[in-house]
């Protein structure tokens, strides 16, 4: 079937100075067949249409003075008017719509816009519910559009209006059963075939029983024709008809699974478009669908899992599968299966409040690396705005310049063949405003500035982790040839940390006497990293004081070789923060207990597995710690106890103080973290430790920290101080005097 494109011929055949078509490129371009033909009015002719518009004859002649050109006799009468009109004719001749066309193939096409009134009739039936997949959705951006001046009013659309629109009409229909069955079962579409004939008790029934979904008479034929409005976007992107377009289209589709409705979705729009486009055009081999819809499209993910033919990249909030949908799919693992290995990238969010320059982060390190290895004939955008700012669903902060810089990025791929599907997206100010600056990008405005460009630290991490992930499947991926050339040419390689530690424990041994102290563990258990994990001085068993520090590995601060996988080790520099309480400590002749926590264990069998490896939170340290108390540090003769934890270590001394009684002869409890969340003290086992954490400790955090800006904190989170630092070491070492005043003042009483 054509796309049902309403005025091919009127696009081509459209004047070329017709105002609203005309962008400032194609007057430059226009201007240089200006400089031959009329060389006298060369300076005029650099002029946009706007500037010369509102002026009269008087004013251009006026810059003429200025710029010291004689003007022709009669300029002076020249209206803006005919001025435009002339230079019109002058340029026709020689330079047709036809070589304009041919010479900017895409350029000079106008993008689609599919939208339909009828979309709007699929509403809830329950009166009470004020539901956030409003029909207002689609109109308010229509609304937009119109208002920007991109399409026009009414909303019912005619093909007459093309002619003097910017955007060109691209007419939704209904998606045939052939087309739907290429991703969804027949039973799925049997099921909503009945739709139409329920009766109201019935279609409530549904309502209640479904997965987070509401259907009424029309909802079948909304439905068709969101998908249908979305075949046939894609459709005129693909054939040339437009040059890049957006579909208005609702209800979504990201969350219909083949065989179900779920999350507001009932047919998979994107996922059919996508099948019908691979069907009907075999030299369209490679499809990117991108998703920036705030939850995850698990329904798009199934129904390319094992096909490598459509890459499928989702950004999305996750938080251990408990954002909606509710299901472990969504995570950075998921990679796909057989043949669809590697064409599945998951970007998982671990909190909301991600940012402009959070999305540009994973855009520039993960997504657009990957699409430029992949190379997609075709790109469309699953486009849900409920991550804008505004969004009380998605409780994010993506600004219209943030969706506009993204889709500009994208643009740049496929030839430009970019097709933008509505997905998600529940405050009407937020989508209507977002969607309208993805469209005037596509149209070949250039972004607004962005005003917040520097990635969060959690999601530089996150972004870490997918490449670590995604390396085994692309080149463009940074830890890939590491991976490579550590299994190829079987190096017997060591992991720094691991030879950190050790290098450790020797200074410690020669400095203090410090030695490793003997932890029994599981066999399953033994690695390299648990040898020198636990340090002690000779004296921690007599000493009258404790002092238990429990740190992350060291950092190492350093500048990687330009080009390559290496790091100079020259210019590379281990930052220690847990020595300076250390060397306090043992010249203050108290016993210490050194406890590293490695936010990576190595394998025994390292050989067989060796490669860049994600960091997790060790649970084991949790258990390693409440080892130490019972069979070390309860048994010693020290009567006061100082604990100092330092980044993970902060969560595993909170964890021990809850489940072990340690009130009366710890004195003090002393915590460094960064970025890590707040943690408090658990009541279970002794309710007044609250009140007992309050007074005997301090957490030292950036003053940047979240729970810095809440107004007031309860006991159990003890007693929060601010440091202008960020990063981990400095802030150690800027906070170390007040944190030893602390210490010694609860020492001293
Ligand atoms: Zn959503």
């Not at 530690?501 to 400095?511: C, I, K, M, P, T």
């Not at 410090?514 to 000493?543: C, G, H, M, W």
């Amino acid at each position: 079937m054509a796309p049902a494109l309403v005025d091919d011929a009127q696009m081509h055949d459209a004047p070329p100075l017709t105002l609203q078509h005309t962008t400032s490129t194609y007057m430059i371009t226009a201007s240089n067949r200006c400089l031959e033909d009329e060389p006298q009015a060369s300076s005029l002719a650099l002029q946009h249409p706007t500037d010369i518009l509102p002026d009269t004859g008087h004013v251009l002649s006026n810059r003429i003075d200025h710029l010291k050109i004689r003007p022709r006799s009669g300029y002076a009468k020249l209206t803006p008017e005919l001025f435009l009109q002339r230079r019109a004719n002058a340029i026709r001749p020689k330079f047709s719509t036809d070589s304009y066309t041919r010479a900017l193939p895409r350029s000079s096409l106008r993008t689609g816009l599919c939208y339909d009134v009828r979309m709007r009739f699929h509403a809830t039936l329950d009166e009470e519910d004020v539901h956030p997949e409003d029909p207002r959705r689609i109109h308010v951006i229509y609304q937009a559009l119109a208002s920007a001046g991109l399409t026009k009013l009414p909303e019912g659309g005619s093909e007459l209006e093309n002619e003097d629109c910017l955007m060109v009409r691209i007419r939704a229909r209904e998606v045939t059963e052939e087309e739907a069955l290429l991703v969804h079962t027949s039973d799925h579409w049997r099921f909503l075939t009945t739709l139409p004939d329920l009766d109201k008790a019935s279609l409530l029934n549904l309502t209640l029983t479904g997965d987070s979904v509401f259907y009424n008479n029309q909802s079948f034929t909304c439905a068709k024709l969101s998908c249908g409005g979305s075949i046939e976007t894609c459709k005129a992107v693909w054939s040339g008809q437009v040059k890049n377009a957006i579909a208005v289209v609702r209800p979504p589709g990201h969350h219909a699974e083949p065989h179900k409705s779920m999350g507001f979705c009932l047919f998979n729009n994107v996922a059919v478009a996508a099948r019908v486009i691979r069907q009907g055009n075999p030299e369209c081999e490679k499809i990117m669908i991108l998703d920036w819809d705030v939850h995850h499209g698990n329904g798009t993910q199934t129904a390319f899992y094992e096909d490598d033919s459509v890459l499928y990249v989702s950004l999305h909030r996750f938080e251990g599968g408990t954002f909606y949908p509710p299901y472990p799919d969504g995570d950075l693992t998921y990679c796909g299966e057989g043949g669809g290995l590697g064409y599945n990238v998951n970007i998982p969010w671990a909190t909301g409040g991600i940012r402009d320059a959070d999305y540009i982060y994973a855009f520039q390190r993960v997504v657009m690396p990957i699409a430029y290895e992949y190379q997609p004939d075709l790109v469309i955008i699953s486009a849900g705005f409920d991550a804008a700012a505004g969004d009380k669903i998605g409780e994010c902060f993506v600004t219209p310049a943030g969706y506009a810089h993204m889709t500009h990025m994208l643009m740049s791929l496929a030839n430009g063949r970019v097709a933008v599907c509505l997905e998600g997206g529940y405050n009407l100010n937020s989508i209507s405003n977002s969607a309208l600056a993805v469209a005037r990008t596509l149209m070949g405005e250039p972004p607004e500035p962005l005003h917040d460009v520097h990635a969060s630290p959690k999601v530089a991490e996150v972004v870490n982790q997918v490449i670590i992930q995604q390396s085994q499947y692309w080149k463009c991926m940074e830890y890939k040839s590491i991976n490579n050339r550590l299994s190829a040419n079987k190096i017997k390689a060591r992991r720094l940390h691991d030879i950190i530690r050790q290098y450790q424990a020797r200074a410690l041994f020669d400095n203090h006497g410090i030695a490793p102290l003997l932890v029994v563990r599981p066999s399953q258990l033994a690695s390299p990293t648990f040898e020198d994990q636990v340090l002690a001085t000779p004296n921690y068993d007599k000493a009258d004081t404790l002092i238990v520090i429990v740190h992350d590995s060291a950092d190492l601060l350093g500048v990687p070789e330009p080009g390559k996988d290496t790091i100079q080790t020259h210019n590379s520099f281990v930052m220690d923060s847990a020595k300076v309480f250390i060397e306090w400590a043992v010249n203050a002749t108290f016993g210490v207990i050194d406890v590293n926590v490695p936010k990576y264990v190595t394998p025994d069998d390292e050989d067989d597995s060796q490669g860049v490896g994600n960091s997790g939170v060790n649970d084991d340290t949790n258990t390693l710690m409440l080892q130490l108390w019972d069979n070390y540090i309860d048994l010693s003769d020290a009567d006061k106890i100082v604990f100092i934890g330092i980044g993970e270590g902060y969560r595993n001394v909170l964890n021990l103080i809850s489940l072990r009684d340690c009130v009366n002869r710890v004195v003090a409890c002393i915590s460094f973290i960064s970025r890590m969340p707040l943690c408090a003290v658990n009541a279970t086992r002794d309710e007044n430790i609250g009140y007992w954490y309050h007074k005997h400790s301090r957490v030292y955090a950036p003053m940047t920290h979240d729970a810095l800006q809440a107004r007031k904190l309860k006991l159990k989170y003890g007693v929060i101080e601010g440091i202008p630092e960020d990063d981990l070491d400095s802030l150690v070492q800027a906070a170390y005097p007040r944190a030893l005043a602390f210490i010694t003042s609860k020492l001293s009483r």
